[in-house]
């Protein structure tokens, strides 16, 4: 499966520790047309809402197993469902991709910023990330990885063309 991370998991430290064992895991730049990224109302994290005419960029990581998604959804709380867009690599590939959308309006005024984010707020970002998924990250991979193996199969038969393999 791969993933699109546009906020704190853009951040190779922050990955590593929500999705566990089992990288290195391929990272590929892209960008997601039609959406911006704005600081969440309530945090420092950010958030994407529709937009036409911008567009936000991020990664795509790839081989991303079942139980690394089920921390990936764990960390990302029940705010946020999941949803299979296909932002766009450099060089124009489409790569469907999972990545996580909030379920209601979070968003904020003010624009995200990952360099600030970066030098203010990561290594808090960090502790609390550590913290919370020592205390929810086996318990979700031990709960969700049944559920991804699912999504990825229902997923992939419905969204790629055929041939193209979603991994």
Known sequence: MRFFFYGSLLDPDIRRIVMGKGGPWPVESASLAGWR??????????????????????????????????????????????????????????????????????????????????????SAALRSAAREMTEIGRLAARHGTRIWRRHARLWQDRALPKGEALS
């Open 37 to 122: 990224r704005r600081r969440r109302r309530d945090a420092i994290y950010p958030i994407l809402e529709r937009r036409a005419g911008s567009s936000v960029e991020g990664v795509v990581v790839g081989r991303v197993t079942p139980k690394a998604a089920a921390r990936l959804a764990a960390f990302e709380g029940s705010n946020y469902g999941v949803a299979l867009l296909r932002p766009v690599a450099a060089d124009g590939r489409g790569l469907p991709a999972f990545l996580f959308l909030p379920r209601r309006r979070l968003a904020g005024p003010a624009p995200w910023d990952e360099r600030r984010w970066a030098l203010g707020r990561k």
